[in-house]
């Protein structure tokens, strides 16, 4: 793109994923307001934050993996 954005198309399985995961990530670390809202753009409205479930802090996992790649 000319402006300097480019597109990441990820698979709809990896996209949902992501989603769950940020949704996870704005209720555990209480940001309520953003979390509704990002519910709702995302049409992930069926979503429940659970402790036990594996979208539970998975981008801080996945962010430590990356991070423990990069410096290798």
Known sequence: MSNGTFLVVLPDR???E???G?????????YLESFEA???E???ME???D???RYHH?????????SRLQKK
Do not use: C, H, V
Not at 22 to 30: E, K, S
């Open 14 to 16: 990896q996209k949902k």
């Open 18 to 20: 992501l989603e769950k």
């Open 22 to 30: 940020i949704l996870d990530f704005l209720y555990t670390n209480g």
């Open 38 to 40: 990002f519910k709702r």
């Open 42 to 44: 995302s049409s992930n």
């Open 47 to 49: 979503f429940t934050p």
């Open 51 to 53: 402790p036990k479930d």
């Open 58 to 66: 998975i981008l801080a996992k996945k962010w430590n993996s990356i």
